[in-house]
C-alpha cells in the first residue's frame, strides 16, 4: 500500500482512516449515539437538571477526556485492536484487552435491538401507527413482552428489521476502515447534524417549550451531595464518549503514524458534549408541549428516561403535534443513524480482535463476527423476554464491566507497568495540544480513586437490594452472569494462542527513550 508519510516512518501494511478529518468523524460517529439521545436527556433531569451539568463536566474533565487520550496513544502507538495493543505494551496486559472487547461484544448484542425498534418506530411514524395507548403498544402489540423469563417465541415485527440492520452492520465491515465505517460516517454525521438540528428548532417552537427547559435546566443544588448522581454523571461520561471499552484504542490504531491525536480528541469530546446538551434541550422543550397539552406539570409526566422515553413518551407527543408524521420520521430517522454509527465502532473493535488473534483476513473476520453476534442478538432480542433482559445486561455492563475496566486499565498502564510517561510522550510527539503531568495525575490518581469509590458504592447497592426488583435468578444470569462471562471468556480467550502472528518485526514510532526502562 502506497504511504505517503516522511521517510522516517517505517511503511507498515495496516489500513487508514484517509485522514484526521475521517478519523474525527467516525471517532464522533462513535460517541454520538443512543446515549446521547435517549440517556442523556433523562440522566440529567433525575439527577439534579441545571446542577447535573457540574458533575457532568467534572467526570468529563477529570476521567472523559484523561481516558479518551490514554485510548488513543495505547491504540496508536501499539497499532492494534485493544488485545494485541495492550500485549505489544506489555504482555500480561492482553487479557483487559479482552474483557473490553467481550463488554463491547455484549453491548453490541442489544444495542443492535434498540436500533432496529428505532427502525420500525421511523416507519410507524408515517401513519402514526402507535395509536393512542402508545405504552400498551410498546410493550404489547409490538415487543409483545412475557414475564421475566426467557422466551424462544420470535416476535416478526422485531426480528425483521432486526435482520436489516445486521445485514447493513455485515456490508459495512466487510467494506473495511476506509471505505465502510468512515464513509458511512463522514456521510451520516452531517447529516445527523442537519437532522438534529431540525428537530430542536421545531420543538423550541412548540407551546410550553419554554417551560420545558425550565424543568430541565432549573437547578436542584441538593443532588450534589447525592453519591448516586456522581455516579450517574461518570457512567454516562464513559458510555458516551465509548471509553475504556477497547473500541477507542482500535480507532486509534487505524490513525496514520503522523496525526495530532490529543487536538483530534478535544474536538471529538467537544462534539459529543454538544451534541449532548442539544439532545438534552431539544427532549425537554418537547416534553414541554407534551405537559402543556395535558395541561399538568413537566415532573407529573412519567417515562422520561431510556427506551420508554423514545418509545413510549415520545410518540405520545408526536401524535399531538401539527406535522407530527415529519417529526417522528426524522427523530427515529436520527436515532437510526446515531445508533447505527456507534454499532458499527463497537463491531470493528471486535472484528479487528478476531483477525489480529486468529491470522484471518479482514473479510473473513468481519463477515463471521458480524454473523456470530447477530446470530445471539436474534436469540435473546426477537423473542418476547427482550426487553427485561436488555435493561439488566445494559445496567451490569456499563454501570459495573465498563467501570471495572476503567479502574484496572489505568492502574496497571501508571503504576504497575509504569508506561504513562512513555505514553505523555507519544501524544507529545505526534499532537499539537501537549499533556502536561497534570494529565498523569487525572489519569492515574483522580479518575481511579473517584471510580473505585463508584464501583463500591455500585455493588453495595446491588447485592444488598438487587436490581429492579426482579428475582435473584433472574440477576444472576442476565447481570452477574453477563459479568462472569466476560472475565471468563477473556481468560480463555488471552490462553490461546496467536496464530501467525510473528510481532519481533513490529517498532513503536516515534523511538522514545522511556520505552527501555
Ligand atoms: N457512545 C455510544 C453512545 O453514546 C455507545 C457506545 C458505547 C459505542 C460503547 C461504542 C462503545 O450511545
Not at 448516586?228 to 482500535?250: E, K, N, P, R
Not at 471468563?488 to 490462553?495: G, K
Request: charged letters at 10%; aromatic letters at 14%; a neutral charge.
Amino acid at each position: 500500500m502506497a504511504e505517503t508519510t516522511p521517510a522516517r516512518v517505517a511503511p507498515e501494511n495496516r489500513e487508514t482512516w484517509t485522514g484526521n478529518t475521517g478519523f474525527i468523524l467516525a471517532a464522533i460517529g462513535s460517541a454520538v449515539g443512543l446515549g446521547n439521545i435517549w440517556r442523556f436527556p433523562g440522566v440529567a433531569y433525575e439527577s439534579g437538571g441545571g446542577a447535573f451539568l457540574i458533575p457532568y463536566l467534572v467526570a468529563l474533565l477529570t476521567a472523559g477526556i484523561p481516558i479518551l487520550f490514554l485510548d488513543y496513544a495505547i491504540g496508536h502507538r501499539y497499532r492494534g485492536a485493544a488485545p494485541l495493543a495492550y500485549r505489544r505494551m506489555k504482555k500480561k496486559a492482553e487479557a483487559l484487552g479482552w474483557f473490553q472487547i467481550m463488554l463491547s461484544f455484549i453491548i453490541s448484542v442489544y444495542y443492535a435491538a434498540v436500533i432496529a425498534w428505532a427502525l420500525s418506530y421511523f416507519v410507524f411514524a408515517f401513519d402514526l401507527r402507535w395509536g393512542e395507548d402508545t405504552a400498551g403498544f410498546f410493550v404489547g402489540e409490538y415487543l409483545q413482552v412475557s414475564d421475566p423469563g426467557v422466551s424462544t417465541t420470535i416476535v416478526s415485527s422485531v426480528a425483521i428489521p432486526l435482520a436489516v440492520v445486521w445485514i447493513a452492520v455485515l456490508v459495512v465491515l466487510a467494506l473495511g476502515v476506509a471505505k465502510g465505517v468512515e464513509k458511512v460516517n463522514v456521510i451520516g454525521i452531517p447529516l445527523l447534524g442537519i437532522a438534529f438540528a431540525g428537530l430542536v428548532i421545531r420543538a423550541l417552537t412548540l407551546p410550553g417549550a419554554m417551560d420545558g427547559l425550565n424543568a430541565f435546566f432549573t437547578p436542584d443544588w441538593g443532588a450534589l451531595l447525592d453519591l448516586d448522581v456522581w455516579i450517574a454523571a461518570y457512567s454516562q461520561i464513559f458510555f458516551s464518549l465509548s471509553i475504556a471499552f477497547g473500541i477507542m484504542v482500535t480507532y486509534a490504531s487505524y490513525q496514520r503514524r503522523k496525526a495530532n491525536m490529543t487536538s483530534s480528541g478535544l474536538v471529538v469530546a467537544f462534539a459529543n458534549s454538544s451534541f449532548e446538551l442539544l439532545a438534552g434541550i431539544g427532549v425537554f422543550a418537547t416534553l414541554g408541549f407534551l405537559a402543556f397539552r395535558q395541561s399538568v406539570q413537566i415532573d407529573e409526566l412519567e417515562g422520561l428516561t431510556g427506551p420508554i422515553l423514545s418509545f413510549v413518551t415520545f410518540p405520545a407527543v408526536i401524535s399531538e403535534m401539527p406535522g407530527g408524521n415529519i417529526f417522528g420520521a426524522v427523530f427515529f430517522a436520527s436515532l437510526v443513524i446515531a445508533g447505527f454509527t456507534s454499532l458499527i465502532s463497537i463491531l470493528l473493535g471486535v472484528a479487528a480482535t478476531v483477525q489480529e488473534k486468529f491470522g484471518l483476513s479482514w473479510r473473513v473476520s468481519a463477515i463471521s463476527v458480524s454473523a456470530v453476534c447477530a446470530l445471539i442478538s436474534f436469540s435473546l432480542f426477537s423473542t418476547t423476554s427482550g426487553l427485561l433482559a436488555l435493561d439488566t445486561v445494559d445496567q451490569f455492563a456499563n454501570n459495573v464491566g465498563i467501570v471495572l475496566s476503567a479502574i484496572v486499565m489505568s492502574v496497571l498502564v501508571v503504576w504497575v507497568f509504569r508506561r504513562g510517561q512513555l505514553l505523555r510522550s507519544h501524544l507529545n510527539a505526534v499532537s499539537t495540544f501537549h499533556l502536561g503531568n497534570w494529565w498523569l495525575a487525572l489519569v492515574g490518581i483522580v479518575a481511579p480513586v473517584f471510580l473505585v469509590i463508584m464501583l463500591v458504592q455500585k455493588l453495595i447497592t446491588l447485592v444488598s437490594e438487587g436490581y429492579e426488583g426482579l428475582p435473584g435468578w433472574y440477576v444472576g444470569i442476565f447481570g452477574w452472569g453477563t459479568l462472569a462471562f466476560a472475565l471468563v471468556m477473556s481468560a480463555i480467550l488471552t490462553a490461546l494462542p496467536w496464530k501467525d502472528r510473528d510481532d519481533s518485526a513490529f517498532r513503536p514510532w516515534p523511538e522514545l527513550e522511556e520505552e527501555n526502562r
